[in-house]
């Protein structure tokens, strides 16, 4: 057993995979919190699919594909920003509408051109196809990415409680609003070739769902999304090097069971731990009347 576990890392272009799934989990984590407190969580979804059509572009013109996938993230982010600031509808309704219809145009887009990238790698990455350059580049951004949203959590987590009272005591709203949104689009951007679309959706909503589940504190929040996503990375890695399976996909299974189990057993906000809450309540309601009585006696 113990040699199927360490077996998988000894290997280069398993530590390869290692490093930047980890790299890729602490950062995404980070920014799931916030996402989720915000309400943000079709946000991640919306840009991760909004990307294709600046891929394609980018590809067809002949220039770096990451500024084509940048260029689009930050288009669709934008543009849902003003609608929503300009109209009645709803945020999530134009987030809906724009990322349904940002990769409805990629797709289009992708058989008019005929590119040699194949839909496949967009859509689930060759995480076991990376160099160490990859590993670098991806380590330098999540780096430089979770630094400063650390740095920021205070005013960031204001904001997404209560952006007006963040606006009435000088914090500058805008600036947190949208570089929030930039450092997603770069993330995200930056996972692309190393995850695909599917895997930066499940860590940019699984591990701040988990970690909101289990408990009221939001440094340990942090700690738990963070925490699930890492070891969801290692578990995905080596259970898809013993089962010949598909990495990116096993290690959105490994979140999707930690969810789920969370979902039912946490003491906090769980299944079980709200029945037992509902019970003691129940209990404490049911008491109190006989010990106002015998005080009386």
Known sequence: ?????????????????????????????????????????????????????????????????VIGAFAAGMFCAMATGYM????????????????????????????????????????????????WTDVLVTGLVAVIATVLVWLKRKDLLLHCFDPQHARAIGLPVKLLHYGLLVLLSVVIVTALKVVGIIMVIALLIAPGAIGYLATDRF???????????????????????????????????ALMIMFVLVFVFSPTHGLMGGRRKRREISVEHSVAPNATIDRTN
């Open 1 to 65: 057993m113990l040699e199927l576990l360490i077996a998988p890392f000894t290997i280069d272009f398993m530590q390869q995979a290692l490093l930047t799934a980890v790299f890729l989990s602490v950062v995404a984590a980070f920014l799931s919190c916030f996402l989720v407190l915000r309400g943000w969580a079709l946000m991640g979804d919306a840009i991760s699919h909004a990307v294709l059509p600046g891929i394609v572009i980018a590809y067809a013109a002949g220039i770096p594909i």
């Open 84 to 131: 929503s600031e300009n109209s009645r509808l709803k945020e999530d309704t134009v987030m809906g509408v724009i990322f349904s219809g940002m990769f409805g145009l990629g797709v289009v887009l992708f058989s008019v051109f005929q590119i040699d990238i194949h839909l496949h790698e967009i859509l689930f990455g060759d995480i076991l196809g990376l160099n």
């Open 219 to 253: 440094d340990t929040m942090l700690l738990i999304a963070v925490c699930s996503a890492v070891l969801a990375s290692i578990l995905g890695i080596v259970i898809s090097f013993a089962l010949d399976s598909a990495v990116a996909p096993t290690i959105v299974l």
